[in-house]
T-cell receptor
């Protein structure tokens, strides 16, 4: 069975602080994909990154970075020097290559205060 | 490129009424999904389809029906609306789990049942 856990329900930080959002997943498949989505207050779901299970290289995109560790089944997301515009709900998701849908975590609500 | 288009964006229904949420995609994706997002919660899968003529239940299918007569369209039907169906509904599509592509989401339909 596939499952995604985001233990942090809400996080508040002050602007310019770094913040890490945790994601832990469960799957029996050896081939799978992990995703992060952002849902700003306007409500749409914005795709941020995709990672496959064979690629454990960390990735950096501007102020965003992702740390994928198969040994701990984690795919954490770090925002460096956070900004007010980063305030949103962030969802981690899992897709198994032999599965038929995406499983989402419950989301982490990030509030960046000025 | 329109992507995934949902209509309507907002709707208020009275208890017992029925309605159809429309979803169409222009990316020639085989896989389509309907999720609901209750206030402050994550995404729950209602129904999904892996191709025209094929649909299957997700986690919370009760009170809903779907059809998939074409690759492009995946309407969601609510019969006998109930207050518990007050939610934001998202339609999504993807190239398929085997390809590892992300899910593309529509803008969402905010439904209130009174």
């Amino acid at each position: 069975a596939q499952k995604v856990t985001q233990a942090q329900t809400e996080i508040s930080v002050v602007e310019k602080e770094d913040v890490t959002l945790d994601c832990v997943y469960e799957t029996r498949d050896t081939t799978y994909y992990l995703f992060w989505y952002k849902q700003p207050p306007s409500g749409e779901l914005v795709f941020l990154i995709r990672r496959n299970s064979f690629d454990e290289q960390n990735e950096i995109s501007g102020r965003y970075s992702w740390n994928f560790q198969k040994s701990t089944s984690s795919f954490n997301f770090t925002i460096t020097a956070s900004q007010v515009v980063d305030s949103a709900v962030y969802f981690c998701a899992l897709s198994e290559v032999w599965g038929q849908n995406f499983v989402f975590g419950p989301g982490t609500r990030l509030s960046v205060l000025p | 490129n329109a992507g995934v288009t949902q209509t309507p964006k907002f709707r208020i229904l009275k208890i017992g009424q029925s309605m159809t949420l429309q979803c169409t995609q222009d990316m020639n994706h085989n896989y389509m999904y309907w999720y609901r997002q209750d206030p402050g919660m994550g995404l729950k899968l209602i129904y999904y389809s892996v191709g025209a003529g094929i649909t299957d239940k997700g986690e919370v299918p009760n009170g809903y029906n779907v059809s998939r007569s074409t690759t492009e369209d995946f309407p969601l039907r609510l019969e006998l609306a109930a207050p518990s169906q007050t939610s934001v509904y998202f339609c999504a599509s993807s190239g398929g789990q085997g390809l590892g592509t992300e899910a593309f989401f529509g803008q969402g339909t905010r439904l209130t049942v009174v």
